[in-house]
């Protein structure tokens, strides 16, 4: 990642981001909370990346080196709170889920004139008693790769997510045994390769869908077998199905 900008203070706001855009390793003193009303959000950090939906918000504490990056038209809403107030208790990025109402109050709040009426800290109070008691995800995350052999493994897979050669295959032209590999995922991601796949595979199906590619196409690009084999799969993950995942911003 690039020598990172220092943000002093995280902004409240809402950011338009054009399809492929995005913003640059930057840090900022106060938490933050970002939220792609609409499109898809990339947020990579030197610990991988995590993808988030409209569905999805994500958590990035103070100080973290992070960038931003637009996979459709997006709209970025950031809430930023003082690094000394942590309402979710939370040390490292995370994803949350943004049922209906926190959507609400997230795009109001970022929407809104920044000024300290009393209407605007009611908000911003019922935002954040909604943010704790929102649901900790399983995120579509994918943790860096440090040892050579399986960053060259994590590579090609990344280049091709159809790709659905084994693990002993792979490891065939990183020069790593298939039991090696296994131990160097399960040590420096806390997944075992076809979990690792699958959270490959569901991060390019997302930005897929938010460049409006069709959904058998999405399914072939990105390995699966068939169309109903990735709705089936995407809907147990997200709890919707591909075509009902894109939420007007």
Do not use: K
């Not at 938490?31 to 995590?50: E, N």
Request: glycine share 6%; with cysteine.
């Amino acid at each position: 990642m690039p020598v990172p900008r220092h943000v002093p203070v995280a902004p409240t706001h809402v950011r338009p981001l054009p399809a492929g855009g995005g913003i640059d390793a930057h840090r900022h003193d106060d938490h933050q909370i970002v939220y792609a009303g609409r499109g898809v959000l990339a947020i990579t950090t030197d610990a991988g990346s995590w993808v988030a939906p409209a569905t999805r918000a994500i958590w990035i504490p103070a100080g973290t080196v992070h960038a931003h990056r637009a996979y459709g038209e997006t709209d970025m809403h950031t809430v930023g709170l003082p690094a000394a107030e942590n309402p979710l208790g939370l040390r490292a990025p995370t994803v949350l889920t943004v049922a209906p109402l926190l959507r609400e109050l997230i795009l109001a709040y970022t929407r809104a004139p920044r000024d300290d009426t009393p209407e605007r800290r009611r908000l911003r109070a019922v935002l954040l008693d909604r943010l704790r008691v929102s649901p900790r995800q399983q995120p579509v995350h994918l943790p860096t790769a440090r040892d050579p052999r399986l960053a060259a493994v994590c590579a090609a897979l990344w280049e091709n997510p159809a790709d659905d050669r084994t693990l002993a295959a792979l490891g065939a032209e990183a020069g790593a045994s298939a039991r090696t590999l296994s131990r160097l995922f399960a040590a420096e991601t806390g997944m075992s390769f076809p979990q690792w796949r699958m959270q490959l595979r569901l991060q390019h199906a997302l930005r897929l869908l938010a460049e409006d590619t069709p959904v058998t196409a999405v399914a072939h690009r990105c390995g699966w077998s068939s169309a109903s084999a990735f709705i089936d799969v995407f809907r147990r993950a997200f709890g919707h199905t591909p075509g009902a995942h894109r939420i007007p911003g």
